[in-house]
């Protein structure tokens, strides 16, 4: 089952009282020794998908997109289930319950949600569209693997710098699975700062949840390079790379 996945910061996660994890994190065997980081790189899919500059055209790639990722990971993940495209005309996100002026998608229950505007739709290139459903794509990898559930249960310390760390080593995991499904997809991706700053919506910036730059840029490219999983194992990776 995918797991319904919060967006921003804090929300959501169920705190427990605990020793802080200053390093890599120990007794979570979910995350640190999860069955996906065994599967081998990930099949190469033909995706032609084209975005053109129209709603139909662009809600075709979005759906062309999302077919390509379930046929990219359906032999990686075991219990998968192939996931579905709603598209929502309303502003709130299903995550953060914020509201998104322009387009976005997301992970919401058991299928990923794209709202329409624009600034997607009119675009020549479809960079951000693509980034997002990348990125929204992590939620279905993490939730179906179970890595999702361990991560809201783990304990902490209650403090900022503890949850900090905790979801540093979620979300970067989430740049790195992005990388490896850009790789399955056979995008040619030259530029990881411009794929990264469209991931998330202009309202999602003041949130911190991903680390550094440098370690987004770090992560991100350790998963396109490999082009599996296994690389994408930020829970055992020491603080540093987290920061």
Not at 49 to 66: C, F, L, N, P
């Amino acid at each position: 089952m995918i797991m319904r996945l919060v967006g921003t910061a804090v929300a959501g996660i169920v705190l427990l009282s605990g020793t802080a994890h200053a390093g890599p994190v120990k007794g979570q065997p979910r995350l640190t020794n999860n069955a996906i980081y065994k599967e081998g790189v990930l099949p190469k899919v033909s995706c032609k998908a084209v975005k053109g500059t129209t709603k139909s055209s662009t809600e075709k790639y979005v759906k062309k997109i999302v077919s390509c990722l379930n046929t990219a990971w359906k032999g990686a993940i075991d219990g998968f289930q192939p996931v579905k495209v709603r598209f929502k005309t309303d502003k709130e996100a299903c995550a953060s319950g914020n509201d998104i002026a322009g387009s976005y998608s997301e992970i919401c229950s058991q299928a990923i949600e794209v709202r329409l505007a624009d600034d997607w739709i009119k675009a020549k290139s479809d960079v951000k569209a693509f980034a997002s459903l990348i990125h929204s794509w992590n939620g279905v990898v993490q939730g179906m693997t179970g890595i999702a559930v361990a991560f809201r249960s783990m304990p902490n310390d209650r403090t900022g710098e503890d949850i900090a760390e905790q979801m540093h080593r979620y979300y970067l995991q989430g740049d790195c699975f992005a990388g490896v499904s850009a790789k399955s997809l056979g995008r040619k991706i030259t530029d990881f700062k411009q794929v990264i700053s469209g991931m998330e919506p202009p309202e999602y910036s003041y949130l911190k949840h991903n680390g550094k730059p440098a370690n987004r840029l770090y992560w991100m490219k350790k998963g396109y390079q490999a082009g599996k999983p296994g690389a994408c194992n930020t829970w055992t990776a020491s603080a540093a790379k987290v920061a």
